[in-house]
C-alpha cells in the first residue's frame, strides 16, 4: 500500500490518472474513482463542517446517503453545492471545494459554536431571539439567514443541456444488487421488456465489494457476465448513475439519469442530466438496505466510517481510510469488514462487539472483545484512539480509523411514496417495505433478506412471478448457488449509554443523542414534531442514516415501542433531483413552446418589436426611423390608421368551424343574443355566458350557408371555447348534430382599417366590395386578384372603415406583402397588438380587463344583446337580482381633469375625500392608455354605480406606484361616438397591375430548415433523419350523429381504403386516413392538387360529414432512422416500441408540450401531424433532441 492507494486491485483505471483540485490544491486520482475516494488515496478524510457546531467531518459512507461530505464541484454557471464526494465521480480538470467553513477548512471560525453547545440545544431557536424585540429585522434575521445553509449558489446561467424522456416497460428493475440483477436476468429471459436502473456509475451494489463465490465464480465475474447478458438483450434498457426517485399513481415511475455529471466538459450534443418517467406494468424494488450507523462518543470524527463504506473503498476504489482500523459491531456484518481490511493487508486494533455471546468469528490474530463498546473517539481532525467499555472501566486503543457497523435499514422508501407505512420487523430491527400490491414487490436485501443466497433466490423467485403476472412463459435455469456459510445476526445498541464525548444521532444537523429525549420532555413525542422540534432528519440526506436510531431513542425516552412510534412520512424525491433535470429542455425560450403568426417571418424584416400573448407571438409595434420611444411608434401607427389605412395580423383569434343540420339552434344555445336569423353572407358580434351568468367570452361569427358557421374567439379563450362547445355537444345536448373544430391555424386573418381601407382592398379583391355589394357585417367567400380563393368579412374592432381578409396560412406572408403593395399610395403601415389596444379603448369596446369573469352582460353595457324570446346558457343565472343591483361596478370611461397626468391599470377609484379603505373602493382602472385622437390619457374602468354618475369627478388611487389623479367618470366611447367612420365611403379605385409576386405557399420552416449533417459524429450514418412534408393536402373529417359506418363505405368505396379503428391508420388510393378521435379522421395526400381532396370528399360525404380543410393549418414532419423512437420518447409518453406501435399504428399525443398527432408509417418511420404556428418551436425540439444519434436534414420531401 502506498500511502492510503492499495497498490493492486479495485475497479480503478491505473493507467488514466487523473489530476483534479479540492479547496485550491491540486491532487491526482483514477479514472473510477470518486471524489471521496480519490481524497482518501491521498490521506485528505476532512471533507466538511457539520451545519450547527461546524465540528470536522469527513465521509461516513460510499453512497448516495452521505451527510458528511458535501461540497461544491465546478465553477461558473456549472457551480453546484451540497453534491455528495461519494458519488461525484472525477474526471479531468474537476474543481471541488469544501463548503459551510470560514476561513478555511482547516481553521473555521464557525467551530466556536462548539464552546456554545449547551445553549445551542434542540429547539434553541424557538427559545432564543425573542428580545429585545427591536433586535430581530437588524441584528437577529440578518445574522441567522448569513448563517443558514451550507453550500452556495451559482448566479450564472447554467450552460448545460437537460432533458426529459418516456419509456415503458413490462418489469421496472430498481436496483442492481444480486436480488435486482436475478429479477432482472429471469425476466429478460422470457422475452419481457425490461429497464434496470441504479444509482451507481457501475452495476452491482453489494456484489462490487462482495468475497463469496457464486456458481463457482467470484462475485464480480458473475456480475460482469450477468451485466455483459443484460446489455446484449434488445429488450432491455440498463441506466447506471439512474436513481428511481419517486413512485407515484398507475405505477408511474420518476428516475433521474446522471447521463454526463461526472464529464467536467460535457458534450453538447447531449444532456448532463435527463428525468425519465417510467410506466412499469410490475416493478421490484431491489435498492438494497442502508447500514445503520451507530451511536456513541465521538462517532462523527473523520475516519469513523460505515463498514460496509469501508468494503466499498477497499474493493472498488482500492483505498484505505488509515493504516489501523477498529471495527465497532452489533452484527455479524462488522466481521465481514474486518476480513475485507485483513485481507487487503490492513492492520485490524481490534474488533469490538456489543454483544456478548456471538459465535467464533476466525479473524485470526485479531482480538474480538465481547461486550464492549466505544465511549469516545479520540483526536480532532483525524482519529488518534478509541476510549471503550467492556464493563470495567474505560480502556484504550490507538487506531486511526474505525469501521461501524449497526445493523441494516432495508431502503423502503419508494415503497412507501404512495402513502402505506413501513412495517416493523423484530428479527432484523429494522423496519420493511409494506405490502403494496404486485405492482411493485421488494426483493432481497429491501424486503430484509441479507445473506447473499437469499438475495439470489428471491430476486429470481420474484422476478419470474412478476412477469408470469404478465403471461410472459419463462424458463428458469437453477438459482445460482453460493459457497458460503454465511449467517446474518443482530442485537440492537441504539445508542452508548456511556459515551463520554457527543454522540450524534443526526450528522449533518447535529442532532445529539441528548437532543431527542429533551425533545420528548418538552412534549414533542409525536415523531413528526420531534422530527422538526430537533431537526432530526430535515438534513439534505433527509435521515436515511439517522432516523431509524433517532426513532429508538424517542420509544425509549416515551416508554413505546418503535413500532408504535412509527416513522415520519415518506415523499419523492427519494435523492435530490436538480431543477435542471426536471425542467428538461423547458427553460428559458424554450420554457413553453412559441407559436408564430403566418406573417411572423414578415413582421421580423419588417422591424417589429414582439410581444408574448398567451403562446404567440405578436408584433407590439413597428419601429421606423424618427421614433424615439415605443409610444412614438404607436402614436405613429393609431394616426396613421385613422387618417389613412393600417394593416395587422389578427389570426391569433380563435377561429372554430362549425357546421350540421343543427347548426344554428347550436349557435342560438351557446350565444345570449340570437343566430337563428342571421341570413347567410351576415356576420353577427356574439356574447357567450356561461352556466353562472357572467360573461364567458366575445367575438363576431358568420354563417357562411345554412349549416356552416365561422366562430372568432378571443385569442385567450379560443381553447377554451372549444372545449365548452364540445362539452355542451357531448353532455348537454347530444342530440344535435353539430361538429366543431378547430381551424384557427388554418386562416391567416388581416385586418386592413383606415378610411382608405376599401381602397386598398380593391386592388387585391376580384369582387365588388362597394359599400351596396359588401355592407357593414358583410362576410363571404372572395376571389383574390392572384386567384387565391379567401374569406372576407366587414367587420371593425378599430372603430374605422375595415375588413378582415381570411386566406389560407401558407399564404399569409405573400397575402399581406400584396395589402402593402396595394396600400402604398395611401400610406399604409403596419399596425401592432399597441395601436390596436389603444384604438378599442378609444371605441370603448371591452377586452380581457373587462372580461375578467367576474362581469355580467349589463356590467358591460351590453345587457340589451340578451334575449328574452329564447333559452341559453347562462339565461337564467344571469337573472339573479344580484346581477341587476344598483351598485354593481359598471364600465365607464375615465379622462383626467389634468390632460397632462397619467392614469395607470389597476389603479382604485375612491370619492373626493375618502380614505382608502375596502368599504371606500368604488372600482378599478381595466384599461388604460395614451390616446393620440384625444391627446390625453383615458381610462377604462368597473363603477360603482358607474353608469349612473358620468360627469362626476373622482380621484384614481395607485398607492404602490404613487400616482394620485382626479379624474371625471364619462361615456367609455371616447371616439367617433355616432360610429360613422364604421360606413365612411370612398371613391372608386382604379385597378393596376401590381408588383409580380413569386405564388408560394410558404411553409412555416421555410426560414428554418438547413439540409444537412448535424449532431454527434458517430462515424456511422446518422441516427435519425428529419424532413418536412410540404405542401400536402390535409382534411379533417367529422361523421354526422349515426353516419360513421356510411362515411367508411364511401371512403371505400372512393379510396379503396374503410375509416379505420381508434389509434390505426390505413392507406388507399392516394390518400392514408389517420384516426384523430371519436368520429374523427384526418386524411392526407401527397397526391391530389391543393383543393382538390377537399371538394372530392365535400361532395361525396355532403350529408353524412363535416369536411374542414387543414391542409394550411397543419404541417407534417418525417422522422426516420434507428434512433427515431429513441428520440420521439423524449417528448411523448406514448408506448412507442414495435410491439405496441408498429406500422398502421398511430396516435393523438403530446409532444414537448405541443399537441401532436403521431403515425408509425414504417420500420423505424414516423409522421408527425402539428398545427403550423407550433412548428418552429417545435423544430428546434427535435432538432435538438436528435443530436445525440447524430441527425441529417432533408428538406421538402413529398413522395
Known sequence: MSGFRLSSGGLIDRNKPIQFTFDGKTYSGFEGDVLASALIANGVNLMGRSFKYHRPRGPVTAGSSEPNALVEIGEGGRKEPNVRATMAEVSSGLVAKSQNRWPSLDYDIGAINQILSPFLVAGFYYKTFMWPKSFWEKIYEPLIRKAAGLGSATYKADPDRYEKAYDTCDLLVIGSGPAGLMAALVAARSGARVIIADEGAILGGSLLYEDEMISGKSARNWLSEAVAELSSMDEVRVLPRTTVFGWYDGNIFGAHERVQKHVANPSLFKPVERTWRINAKRAVLASGAEERPLVFGGNDRPGVMLASAIRTYLARFAVSPGKRAVVFTNNSSGYEAARALIAKGVDVAAVLDSRLEISDPDLGEVPVIRGAVITDVKGGKEITSVEYSAGKGSQRINCDFVAMSGGWNPIVHLACHRGKKPVWSEDIAAFVSPDVGEGLVAVGAAAGKFLLSECLADGAEKGLAAVQSLGFEVAINDVPNVSSNQTFSISPLWSVAQSTGKAFVDFQNDVTVNDVPLAAREGYTDVELTKRYTTLGMATDQGKLSNINGLAILAEATGKSISDVGTTTYRPNYSPVSFGALSGPFRGHHFQPSRLTPTHQWAKEHTAVFVETGLWYRPMWFTRQGDATWQDSMIREVKNTRENVG?????????????????????????????????????????????????????????????????????????????????????????????????????????????????????????????????????????????????????????????????????????????????????????????????????????????????????????????????????????????????????????????????????????????????????????????????????????????????????????????????????????????????????????????????????????????????????????????????????????????????????????????????????????????????????????????????????????????????????????????????????????????????????????????????????????????????????????????????????????
Open 647 to 1199: 394593416v395587422c395580423d389578427v389570426s391569433t383569434l380563435g377561429k372554430i368551424d362549425v357546421q350540421g343540420p343543427d347548426a344554428a339552434e347550436f349557435m342560438n344555445r351557446l350565444y345570449c343574443n340570437g343566430w337563428k336569423k342571421l341570413p347567410v353572407g351576415r356576420a353577427r358580434y356574439g356574447l357567450m355566458l356561461r352556466e353562472d351568468g357572467l360573461v364567458y367570452d366575445d367575438g363576431t361569427s358568420s354563417r357562411l350557408s345554412d349549416d356552416h358557421y365561422f366562430m372568432t374567439t378571443t385569442t385567450a379563450k379560443a381553447a377554451g371555447v372549444l372545449s365548452h362547445m364540445e362539452f355542451c355537444l357531448q353532455a348537454l345536448w347530444p342530440e344535435l348534430d353539430v361538429q366543431c373544430v378547430s381551424v384557427t391555424e388554418q386562416w391567416a386573418q388581416l385586418a386592413v382599417a383606415g378610411p382608405q381601407a376599401r381602397s386598398t382592398m380593391q386592388k387585391i379583391v376580384a369582387d365588388d366590395i362597394s359599400d351596396d355589394a359588401f355592407p357593414y357585417m358583410g362576410a363571404r367567400e372572395v376571389t383574390l386578384e392572384c386567384g387565391i380563393k379567401a374569406r372576407l368579412f366587414r367587420i371593425s374592432f378599430s372603430g374605422e372603415l375595415a375588413y378582415e381578409l381570411s386566406v389560407p396560412a401558407d399564404f399569409g406572408d405573400l397575402i399581406i406583402r400584396l395589402i402593402m403593395n396595394a396600400g402604398a399610395e395611401f400610406g399604409i403601415m403596419p399596425y401592432g397588438t399597441e395601436a390596436l389596444k389603444v384604438m378599442r379603448i378609444e371605441k370603448g369596446h371591452v377586452a380581457g380587463g373587462e372580461l375578467n369573469g367576474t362581469t355580467t352582460a349589463y356590467d358591460l353595457g351590453l345587457g340589451k344583446m340578451m334575449s328574452t324570446k329564447k333559452d341559453y346558457i347562462g339565461r337564467v343565472m344571469a337573472t339573479r337580482e344580484a346581477f341587476h343591483e344598483p351598485n354593481r361596478w359598471n364600465v365607464v370611461g375615465l379622462l383626467p381633469l389634468n390632460k397632462t397626468e397619467e392614469i395607470l391599470p389597476g389603479a382604485h377609484i375612491l370619492n373626493i375625500g375618502d380614505e382608502p379603505s375596502m368599504k371606500n373602493d368604488q372600482g378599478y382602472i381595466t384599461s388604460s392608455t395614451y390616446s393620440p385622437m384625444a391627446e390625453q390619457w383615458i381610462a377604462l374602468a368597473l363603477v360603482n354605480n358607474g353608469r349612473k354618475r358620468y360627469d362626476e369627478v373622482v380621484q384614481v388611487w395607485d398607492d404602490l406606484r404613487k400616482n394620485y389623479v382626479h379624474a371625471t367618470i364619462c361615456d367609455p366611447v371616447f371616439y367617433d361616438k355616432e360610429h360613422l367612420k364604421l360606413h365612411a365611403t370612398t371613391l372608386s379605385v382604379a385597378k393596376e397591375a401590381l408588383p409580380t409576386l413569386e405564388m408560394k405557399r410558404m411553409s412555416p420552416l421555410d426560414s428554418k430548415i438547413q439540409n444537412g449533417r448535424f449532431g454527434m459524429e458517430t462515424g456511422e450514418d446518422a441516427g435519425v433523419s428529419l424532413s418536412i412534408r410540404h405542401p400536402m393536402s390535409i382534411v379533417m373529417i367529422i361523421a354526422r350523429n349515426g353516419k360513421s359506418s356510411a362515411v367508411s363505405e364511401l371512403m371505400e368505396k372512393s379510396y379503396g381504403v374503410t375509416c379505420p379503428l381508434p389509434g390505426r391508420s390505413a392507406t388507399g388510393r392516394n390518400v392514408t386516413i389517420h384516426w384523430t378521435g371519436a368520429e374523427q379522421w384526418i386524411v392526407t395526400s401527397n397526391d391530389l392538387e391543393e383543393g382538390d381532396l377537399y371538394e372530392q370528399l365535400a361532395r361525396s360525404l355532403e350529408g353524412l360529414a363535416s369536411i374542414t380543410d387543414q391542409s394550411h393549418g397543419r404541417l407534417t414532419l418525417s422522422v426516420t432512422g434507428i434512433h427515431a423512437r429513441n428520440v420521439l420518447s423524449k417528448g411523448t409518453s406514448v408506448d412507442l416500441h414495435p410491439r405496441v406501435f408498429g406500422t398502421g399504428h398511430c396516435a393523438v399525443t403530446q409532444m414537448a408540450h405541443v399537441g401532436v398527432h403521431v403515425a408509425c408509417t414504417g420500420t423505424n418511420e414516423f409522421e408527425l401531424l402539428l398545427f403550423r404556428g407550433f412548428a418552429e418551436s417545435f423544430w428546434e425540439w427535435l432538432t435538438e433532441m436528435s443530436e445525440e444519434f447524430g441527425y441529417e436534414v432533408k428538406g421538402a420531401q413529398v413522395d
